[in-house]
């Protein structure tokens, strides 16, 4: 059983900032990679960020040097923190655990958040 808890998500003002944070909980042995996706209403779901165990940092273009995304693997957590934010980022923002390996079982399986509103007014 494996869960993924965001925070952080609410309204602001061209040109402000948020940090969102996801904490991955369970009897969890291992997690290759966590990441944040977003949707806005009637667009696809964009890969924004993503994070490896080790560190390993990816970002897409419409938010690279305004995004960063950080990890905490000691308590399987992962920020967003987010810059410079502009109306068009109003999406609702997912965070993923990729490969995750649950204590005592071999399979590793991936797992989404409920997601968490973020909405940027001129």
């Known amino acids: 059983q494996v869960q993924l808890v965001e925070s952080g998500g609410g309204s602001v003002q061209t040109g402000g900032s948020l940090r969102l944070s996801c904490t991955a909980s369970g009897s969890i042995f291992s997690i290759n990679a966590m990441g944040w996706y977003r949707q806005a209403p009637g667009k696809q779901r964009e890969l924004l960020a993503r994070?490896?165990?080790?560190?390993?940092?990816n970002y897409a273009h419409s938010v690279k040097g305004r995004f960063t995304i950080s990890r905490d693997n000691a308590v399987n957590t992962i920020y967003l923190q987010m810059n410079s934010l502009k109306p068009e980022d109003t999406a609702v923002y997912y965070c993923t655990a990729e490969g995750v390996q649950i204590a005592s079982q071999l399979s590793r399986n991936d797992y989404w958040g409920q997601g968490t509103q973020v909405t940027v007014s001129s």
């Open positions: 994070i490896s165990s080790g560190g390993v940092t």
